[in-house]
């Protein structure tokens, strides 16, 4: 999407072999790109957040699979590869997906034809991506314009980043934004900031402001408020993974907003292009939730005098907890914004849109 | 409280007339008193937070207003103390209600007696809000005794700050905690930090700690994961203003946490002296809700290398809004836990109980 006047993806091949990707980490008070060498950048690139989001995930991994295979394409080094990428992030289905999608045309060739063919299904696997998040957009364009039509502007709210810079390009939950306010349509962006890592405050801002969409950052408790004076029009997230009855893990404080919108009876619903759906989990019971560091409560990353700082924001000495995803159980869920068109949340709502995947 | 061995209020008078409070502004960083010195300290002790909470906001304009007879005790000096004082914030109920007790006592005194009269009558309101936080406290204690009976322990999750550094001393959420604690229960607090100004993790975890209470802070976005997976045994919180039918005002947030203990079957209890209770207001829907400074959402305060510093943390350039409270429906609250115990979150089961001042 675009930066000024530029366009731009969250991940690219370079013309020596290696990856760029920009260091979300550094946004949004500092744009920095950084080159990934080899599958150990790229793990690193993962686990450290400089990419984030369910879908960009899944493409790093295939690029960082590739970058894996021109150092070592042997069938060990494939799979010594693929587990050291498994293990940087635990609840993004779409990390398993890009690897076993690589792995399965990868093993089925010798060795010598690896890196070519992994770099070349990267590409593929994020040039899909792109493909179905704008596929995602154009359908839920159509929710957004019915609303409009209805109100004569659509306030949207949106949790946690499912941006482009969650994916390769256009989004998840912003493709149908960034659609609708291309064509003229009043949209504006409630944007959570989206405690503890402030992916909302720091990249869904950042991206909605260089692509000129009016927007304005709450904290995440006052969605609910917003929600009771009519002030929300619809909600539109992501989702790290999705289970086949239709209950979807996203990030912590998803299900509050669910609980608003369905008490205030505003639409809740979720953007995922099909890699994020785990056909393997009967309900969202089992999706595991990753416990991250502490530190990423009690301190937050800002702009002060000086530069950008770490600075703690809770009682020095008290304990905290960082549980990273929630689930949503269907039952909140209006519908489920894929590729292929709105799904109802449920087992047979996905299955009537994806009769060839659904088991 | 305790603030190590000593036991602490947040508001005293001094020997010379002026009043000591805690400048909770610089909490947990910096623990510093201030000394108010006549009406216009006090005013700006409150619009500026220096205090905060309903009750301590109540017990700091009667002493405003003592300090302002002082400084004019005629009819007219009683009137625009008063109308200073009511000026500085809109939702806490308890402001306007001592702000009338005082006015309605010292009116009917010549002025000569004014300024003796209203220190020791901004003493008793103090004094009796106290008395009712701890009242609070043990009927409230009754109900974590009976949940710690069944489970052997009792998860408390509580938002914002209705600490004692929210009244005068105990707290309203806190009484019932800390007799539990200080009784020997196996009692430990769940503390949302509380965006924008994080009063959680800033006050309340400094508070709980200060008396030893277990606790962990996490962030707002996480309560409802928690109540999931059955992390919570009760959600305890205080309210700024109760209308007579039990909707509460209360800080921004507390209504989403109110859905979620409902959708999980935890016990929501909100607690809360009965100056907190306008009986003039037939719904929450009536209670003015304060929007405050955006800066509030845009940067934190918090401890960075070198001191405190205030940090952006959002994408600079991008808009932001503060509403600072929400209402949560009566429907959504278990109980009322009032100095005369818990009343029933409805017109009736509050009449019940105060017979004497409901219409």
């Known amino acids: 999407m675009r930066i000024g006047e530029t366009h731009w993806r969250t991940i690219w091949p370079e013309a020596d072999g290696s990856v760029g990707i920009i260091d979300q980490t550094k946004l949004p008070f500092a744009f920095e790109t950084v080159t990934l060498r080899g599958v150990a950048d790229a793990a690193r690139a993962i686990s450290e957040m400089l990419v984030r989001g369910a879908p960009l995930i ?19 080094g494939l799979e010594e590869a693929a587990i050291r990428l498994m293990a940087t992030r635990p609840t993004a289905v779409n990390l398993r997906w890009a690897l076993e999608t690589m792995r399965a045309r990868l093993s089925a060739l010798p060795p010598a034809e690896r890196a070519e063919a992994a770099a070349a299904l ?5 040039d899909e991506d792109a493909a179905q998040n704008r596929a995602i957009g154009t359908h839920g364009l159509e929710v957004l314009r019915a609303i409009a039509a209805e109100r004569g502007r659509v306030h949207v709210l949106t949790h946690c980043n499912a ?40 990249l869904t801002a950042w991206e909605l402001a260089n692509h000129g969409v009016p927007h304005t950052v709450i904290v995440d408790n006052a969605a609910g408020h917003l929600m009771q004076r009519g002030e929300v029009d619809i ?46 989990l009967a309900s969202g019971a089992d999706i595991p939730i990753e416990a991250r560091d502490p530190g990423e409560v009690t301190h937050v990353r800002g702009l002060a005098e000086g530069g950008v700082v770490r600075a703690q924001v809770t009682n020095p000495g008290s304990p905290a907890a960082n549980p990273a995803f929630d689930v949503t159980p269907a039952r909140l869920v209006t519908g489920l914004i894929t590729e292929r068109g709105i799904a109802e949340p449920s087992r047979q709502g996905l299955a009537t849109l994806f009769p060839d995947r659904a088991a």
């Open 122 to 126: 990267a590409a593929e696997i994020a």
């Open 58 to 76: 899944g493409a790093t991994a295939a690029h960082g699979l590739a970058l894996g295979m021109r150092e070592d394409p042997s069938d060990r």
């Open 235 to 280: 909600v539109l997230t992501g989702t790290d993974r999705t289970a086949a009855n239709g209950d979807v893990a996203n990030k912590i404080g998803t299900y509050l907003k669910a609980l608003a919108a369905r008490d205030t009876g505003v639409p809740f619903h979720v953007c995922l292009p099909s890699p994020t759906i785990d056909w393997s």
């Open 163 to 202: 941006g482009w810079l969650a994916t390769v390009d256009w989004g998840t939950a912003t493709a149908p934004i960034y659609l609708a306010h291309d064509e003229g349509l009043d949209v504006h962006v409630w944007v959570d900031e989206t405690r503890p890592r402030n992916q909302g405050g720091h």
